[in-house]
């Protein structure tokens, strides 16, 4: 089982409704990814806690149904 | 608070620099890990490293301690970084060397 860009999308974006969202299969696996996210949300908030948000967006998918995803957060 | 949860409190009590990797430094097991060795050796740090797929209670133990769900995890300081993106964030920014010497924690860039 493995997560497709898209699933990864919804999941955010479910969690982070203003996200604007860039995910790329950096191996064409289905299971190394590299998202880009845009959100007010992340506004005055440390690197830390804006990965930690979208770690919680994706659950348990994290290490189990979707090996590695690399992050790169931003408010603008 | 469980025994994985004291032996990682120990862990990174004892040494500034702590990272939790998939492998050793000389033999990383995962490409975040190997990038994670990289950065440090540049900036030639001094750290300690553990093995999470040595130990299995430390590698799930370690995912509920720092509530983070990857591994590659580095303490400094007991302060929690971060895995590979955000430390080659704080690396491209600069922001590294200002936070090592806040932390008072010994570097030389390699040139």
Redo the contacts between chains.
């Keep these: 089982m493995t997560l497709s860009a898209q699933e990864i999308t919804k999941l955010i974006k479910k969690k982070i409704p203003d996200a604007i969202i860039e995910v790329n299969d950096i191996r064409g696996d289905n299971n190394h990814y590299h998202a880009k996210i845009i959100s007010q949300k992340f506004k005055g908030l440390s ?2 806690k804006q ?2 948000m979208v ?1 919680e967006a ?1 659950g348990s998918h ?2 189990t149904t979707l090996h ?5 957060t931003s408010e603008s | 608070m469980t025994n994985i949860d004291k032996k990682i409190d120990t862990m990174i009590e004892n040494d500034d620099v702590v990272l939790f990797m998939k492998g050793t430094p000389d033999f990383p097991q995962c490409g975040f890990s190997a990038n994670v060795v990289g950065i440090l050796n540049y900036l030639g740090i001094n750290y300690q490293s553990y093995n999470v797929l040595d130990d299995i209670e430390l590698r799930e133990g370690i995912k509920v301690y720092s509530e983070w769900p990857t591994i590659p995890q580095i303490y400094i300081k007991k302060e929690f970084i971060g895995g590979c993106d955000i430390l080659k964030e704080m690396l491209e920014n600069g922001e590294i060397e200002d936070f090592l010497k806040e932390k008072n924690i010994n570097f030389k860039i390699k040139t």
């Design positions: 690197k830390l990965h930690k770690y994706i994290m290490g590695a995803l690399m992050l790169t």
